[in-house]
């Protein structure tokens, strides 16, 4: 955004510090608009004044203005489902963060038959992967054109919109474009693309549906052209791509496309290309080569631009040694770096234990917390988890870095009451934190078990291990 | 009708639009036209109207004002050079050219140039040679030389890259344990470090090795420094590129270990692993000195522990500069690969923007990526999950992807061992390093074939 400080918005603000913003003061909601865990909206007072004067609405949307991402954002779809691209403000997360993840759309296409185009819709709507205490799913269909008959178009994409996810339209072609606005313009779909060739045909489309266009040159001067002319005509929502090119110099012309586009909106504040990003990584299959290497390559190209700047990408690969390295690498990169990662320490009551359960004992790291309790719950153990504050550090690290130690678990035992709770004293600790054996027995005087060193294997060791034997 | 429309305002739209040819036209009179006609000079119109021809239709604002005076020239009964058919009837407004109620399509694309941003580092990454062939005393076939950047990796629009990252694979002097899918590719050559060696360089077209001394540790078989120090020769007389030594990570035994090994491997400029906070890192760094080397400054993800360390050794152990480089702590992806990749990347800024204690080349001990369970396990420990499908493509995909995230924060050596992980790898680095030519010839092609 615009401004660097938090006084710059402040002066903006009614200064009443009414707290209707649920802020303490206007320079507390400040300072919380400028790292955008804020919206400037949130300000009831300032758009009651808007609604009812003029200058005073002058007033809100020069803040919003001043406050708007450098990146612009695009929402595509509606309702719940709808996914918000762009809206980012760095080149590099640790200088912020990164806002909205890569949205990730998977193709579908027109000349497949009804049955199996219902077959990977669905393997889409219902991709699930458990990661850090929630599940990772994918955001919608791509749904190319290969058959260049409109009504067929219009059919599929008919169909691949009653899964309700948000989609990308895929044709070159103005009137195959057309017949499928025509029905679904109103679920807001992304419409690829206008080029060179048909820009004219798809300015009008994205007019008069109200849809968001994407642009598609490789020359960024083409590029930048189509955007100033599409943004001058009135279409606002735009996204940019440079074209993908999967191999040899061309993927290396790719990624300097990629980061000159960025940090040209970034660095140098040109507005004229301050759009997300798209980048297709299905262009992996144009290589040479069976579907693994295409499907690793894809993956790849993939990862390149996760990292860098790509905001919406376009896979083919529907295998899981795409869609999970790719679905986990986005969410480390799209963390914020400012909040740890990191749940309340403590004792946690899994699957009702009974006083003769066992007592186990793991980090606060959001990571390794949410994977032992998830994979006690699946295994249907019942168990007392201890959580160790290692403030948001992982087993291996937070026992080599001195914040995993046997006078922290002692005061842990102590603070949650557990020996009032057991009747016996075996604590179980992980087997990456082996070595602490000892000296957790010294310190609190329970018998410790090294339990696996991952705890997807906790089910095998119960068996063996669970009741100790005497 | 009373609606009207000045030819000030008109000229006042087209300013705010940055048309400033429209002030050179002449107009007769303080204007102002109604729909009812007045006395007008009407020439204005023909040169207005060739002004705006020339300049396209490219705004829609003009294209807006340009439709008000056809429909007020028509209405006065006036011929422009319309190629469009202008009603003559008044009662008919223009049947065509009505008041858009959007914006017209322009005829022309708005040319615009695009002009990349400029960034330039004040600063370098140390160049930093691992082995010594003949010329230089020691009996390596090649050296690898890390680091040298001017700019950030793999932008080499902004500054040639002068070497791109190399790939070490991992060699142990124990068996150790490893993931089945890595497991099976050295099956053969487990217990004998020589063989195993050769084989990552000869069939897997490793760049080096880096044999660990794992079995060095008290807690093992605590193999004595000496006897260790043979296995070191070993690898040296079975491989002809630059090594890599490794110790057990036994803080009190690793500084004997690697003083042994230097010793051994004097005039190689092998790479000592690790000097750390918490071990004697004189020592090390004393041997690396005496017989040639270069030691490598371990942190555990921790910016300000990297400096502190880098700062040591140079300060206090008077280390050549051009003999450190550093590993800042390789988590993998899913599992702090983000705190890997940040403090990576803010170490490589830093070095970048002239922070002397930083900007040393960067190691990655890229086999971490395997401690993933999403790497090895059979199928998911988690009930809701999709199947994972064969692990056998997973693994190596797992290593692969941490390694390539870590390249782009900076990494200048990989520590790896899946063969499939080390050849993508290589030919990301070469691809994105400019060293790959040609590409497919329709880049567009999937957008309407299938594929």
């Known amino acids: ?470 | 009708m009373a609606k009207r429309f000045t030819l000030e305002d008109f000229l006042a739209l087209l300013k705010k639009y940055d048309v400033e040819v429209i002030e050179d036209v002449k107009i007769d009179g303080d204007l102002e036209i109604e729909l009812e006609g007045s006395a007008v000079d009407l020439t204005a119109f023909t040169a207005l109207y060739s002004l705006l021809s020339e300049l396209g239709n490219f705004l829609y604002h003009a294209n807006m004002a340009l439709t008000y005076m056809q429909r007020l020239s028509s209405m006065l009964g006036i011929q422009m050079p319309f190629q469009l058919q202008v009603p003559t009837q008044i009662a008919a407004p223009v049947a065509k050219v009505e008041v858009p109620a959007k914006p017209a399509i322009p005829e022309k694309l708005i040319e615009a140039r695009f002009e990349p941003a400029k960034v330039e580092y004040t600063g370098y990454i140390e160049e930093v040679v691992l082995g010594a062939t003949r010329a230089d005393g020691g009996t390596r076939d090649y050296v690898i030389k890390l680091g040298g950047e001017k700019s950030l990796p793999f932008y080499i629009f902004d500054k040639p890259q002068p070497n791109l990252p190399a790939i070490a694979i991992d060699v142990f002097d124990r068996p150790p344990a490893l993931a089945k899918a890595v497991k099976v590719h050295y099956e053969d050559v487990v217990g004998s470090p020589a063989e195993w060696a050769k084989k990552c360089v000869k069939k897997f077209g490793a760049d080096m090795v880096t044999i660990h001394l794992v079995s060095t540790d008290p807690l093992l078989e605590n193999t004595p420094a000496s006897e260790a120090a043979k296995v070191v020769e070993d690898v040296l007389q079975a491989v002809k590129c630059p090594i890599i030594i490794g110790g057990s990570g036994n803080k009190d035994k690793d500084p004997e270990v690697l003083e042994k090994a230097a010793e051994v491997a004097e005039g190689e400029r092998v790479m000592l692993a690790s000097a750390t906070l918490d071990t004697d890192w004189q020592r090390i760094c004393e041997a690396a000195k005496k017989y040639g080397h270069v030691v490598l400054s371990w942190t555990q993800l921790d910016i300000n522990n990297q400096k502190m360390l880098n700062r040591y050794l140079l300060k206090r152990a008077n280390m050549p500069r051009n003999s450190i480089v550093m590993d800042p702590t390789t988590a993998a992806l899913g599992y702090g690969l983000d705190y890997a990749f940040t403090n990576m990347e803010r170490i490589r800024i830093s070095g970048l923007k002239g922070d002397e204690e930083l900007n040393f080349p960067i190691s990655s001990g890229t086999t971490n990526a395997w401690g993933a369970r999403e790497a090895w396990m059979t199928e998911s420990p988690i009930e809701g999950d999709t199947p994972w499908g064969p692990r056998e493509l997973r693994g190596p995909i797992w290593e692969i992807i941490t390694g390539l995230t870590l390249s782009l924060a900076g990494v200048d050596v990989f520590m790896m061992m899946h063969p499939l992980a080390v050849a993508v790898l290589k030919e990301v680095f070469n691809t994105l390093g400019g060293k790959v030519k040609g590409g497919v010839a329709d880049p567009g092609k999937w957008i309407f074939a299938e594929v």
């Open chain 1, 1 to 470: 955004m615009k401004v660097k400080s938090p006084l710059e918005i402040y002066n903006f603000l009614p200064r009443t510090n009414c707290k209707e913003c649920g802020y303490e003061t206007c320079m507390s909601f400040a300072s919380h608009i400028l790292d955008r865990s804020a919206k400037v909206t949130d300000c009831k007072p300032l758009v009651r004044d808007a609604e009812k004067d003029s200058k005073a609405k002058e007033k809100l949307e020069k803040l919003l203005e001043l406050t708007a991402p450098e990146i612009a954002e695009v929402v595509i779809g509606v309702g719940s489902s709808a996914i918000k691209i762009g809206g980012e403000e760095v080149l590099h997360r640790h200088e912020l963060t990164f806002f909205n993840p890569t949205a990730f759309f998977y193709d579908v296409w027109d000349s497949l038959d009804d049955k199996k185009i219902d077959e990977r819709c669905d393997r889409v709507v219902s991709y699930k992967k458990f990661y850090v205490g929630k599940y990772l799913t994918l955001d919608g269909f791509a749904v190319r054109c290969t058959s260049n008959d409109p009504k067929r178009y219009a059919e599929v994409v008919k169909k691949v919109a009653g899964y309700g996810k948000p989609m990308v339209l895929i044709a070159l072609n103005p009137e195959c474009m057309k017949a499928a606005l025509d029905v679904c313009a109103e679920q807001r779909p992304l419409i690829y693309a206008a080029t060179e060739g048909n820009w004219k045909e798809f300015l009008k489309l994205a007019l008069d549906y109200k849809v968001p266009v994407v642009l598609r040159a490789k020359d960024l001067n083409l590029l930048k052209s189509l955007a100033v002319t599409f943004k001058s005509s009135g279409v606002k929502d735009i996204v940019l791509d440079p074209v993908t090119e999967p191999l040899g110099e061309g993927l290396q012309g790719t990624f300097e496309r990629v980061i000159q586009l960025r940090r040209k909106a970034i660095l140098d504040g040109d507005k004229d290309v301050a759009y997300p990003i798209m980048v297709t990584p299905i262009a992996a299959w144009l290589i040479e080569g069976d579907d693994v290497t295409k499907s690793y390559w894809e993956a790849v190209i993939a990862g390149i631009f996760i990292i860098k700047y790509a905001d919406a990408m376009i896979f083919h690969s529907l295998d899981q040694h795409v869609v999970m390295p790719t679905l986990t690498l986005r969410f480390n990169i799209y963390t914020d770096p400012r909040t740890p990662v990191q749940v309340a320490p403590g004792l946690r009551e899994i699957n009702n234990p009974t006083p003769d359960d066992p007592v186990m004992i793991t980090t606060n790291f959001a990571l390794t917390y949410y994977t032992v309790e998830n994979d006690l719950g699946s295994a249907k153990i019942r168990a007392w988890l201890l959580v160790l504050n290692t403030e948001g550090i992982c087993v291996e690290a937070s026992v080599a870095g001195g914040k995993f130690t046997a006078s922290k678990v002692k005061e842990l035992i102590n603070e949650t009451k557990i020996a009032e709770k057991v009747k016996h004293r075996y604590l179980i600790i992980p087997g990456l934190a082996a070595r602490l054996q000892g000296s957790i027995e010294d310190e609190t005087g329970w018998k410790v078990l090294v339990g696996p060193i991952d705890s997807g294997r906790i089910k095998g060791w119960m068996e063996k291990n669970w009741p100790p034997k005497k």
